[in-house]
């Protein structure tokens, strides 16, 4: 039942950088949008990033300059290059891939995968 699955989560410092994928089948990477969340315990589900099959973006504040958003369409793997890591960012971080409106600003995705696991110490 899982089609898209998160890989390259872990631990590392303050500053440090970490770089996820997000593999996905072929019929689910053809999604109008993809993106990346995250949530901490104790805190509500967001956005960190998303980018339509057209190849637009957006970030959210929190990440912006330090996060980016790519899609490797001959492997069918979207990616999250995070730098400059604060511990704020600390969370299970989720992709997930939708229709037009998830990208239209109803973050209303269809599919999502199981997560993977972040943690940024001091």
């Known amino acids: 039942d899982v089609q898209l699955v998160e890989s390259g989560g872990g631990s590392v410092q303050a500053g440090g950088s970490l770089r996820l994928s997000c593999a996905a089948s072929?019929?689910?990477?053809?999604?109008?949008?993809m993106g990346w969340f995250r949530q901490a315990p104790g805190k509500e589900r967001e956005v960190a990033a998303a980018?339509?099959?057209?190849?637009?973006?957006s970030v959210a504040d929190a990440v912006t300059g330090r996060f980016t958003i790519s899609k490797d369409n001959a492997k069918n793997t979207l990616h999250l290059q995070m730098n400059s890591l604060k511990p704020e960012d600390t969370a299970m971080y989720y992709c997930a891939a939708g229709g037009w409106y998830a990208c239209a600003g109803t973050s209303k995705y269809n599919y999502w995968g199981q997560g993977t696991q972040v943690t940024v110490s001091t």
């Open positions: 072929e019929s689910i990477y053809s999604s109008r949008c």
């Open positions: 980018i339509e099959t057209n190849g637009r973006t």
